[in-house]
């Protein structure tokens, strides 16, 4: 007989998708300090553009952030919650010191490629586990971040 968590779905498969959120979480902690880092050094023609977006940015990771850990812990699991463990999970590394527009960008839409896999294997697994909390919540994400890799490639001119 399968285990069951405090929210009724299966214990086992729930471990599989906490292990899954800890990891997104992680890759959204890194690249939430690499949006700030853009914002607070980029430089140059678009200056103001760019500053605005990068702020807007962060502060939606922010409340994802926010939330990936909050539904992490409503599975029965523990977010990861220290940045050497942020950073020993997650595949997007820490950008230092950048402060060109576009190369920001283009780090931005390599972030966002990342986090789109990421989010698609959560989607599949909490789908299996008829897990709709998550399953919406990778779905927003995953709508959200498809129009924004449109937006910012577009800015590149691609």
């Avoid at 919650?81 to 920001?104: D, M, Q, R, V, W």
């Avoid at 599949?124 to 498809?146: Q, V």
């Amino acid at each position: 007989m399968k285990k069951m968590n405090r929210i009724g779905l299966d214990e086992a498969m729930s471990a599989q998708l906490i292990e899954k959120l800890n990891d997104l979480l992680a890759n959204y902690q890194v690249f939430y300090q690499n949006a700030r880092g853009f914002h607070w050094n980029i430089k140059g023609e678009k200056f103001f553009e760019l500053h605005l977006k990068f702020e807007e940015l962060y502060n939606d990771l922010q409340i994802k952030i926010d939330e990936i850990a909050e539904r992490i812990l409503t599975l029965g699991g523990t977010p990861i919650h220290s940045f050497a463990g942020y950073l020993k999970s997650a595949e997007i590394k820490p950008i230092e010191n950048e402060t060109n527009g576009p190369t920001c960008v283009g780090h931005i839409l390599d972030a966002f490629a990342k986090l789109l896999l990421k989010e698609r294997e959560i989607l599949n697994l909490s789908a299996e586990l008829n897990d709709e909390g998550t399953n919406a919540m990778a779905s927003d994400y995953i709508r959200e971040k498809e129009k924004l890799v449109w937006m910012y490639s577009a800015f590149l001119g691609k």
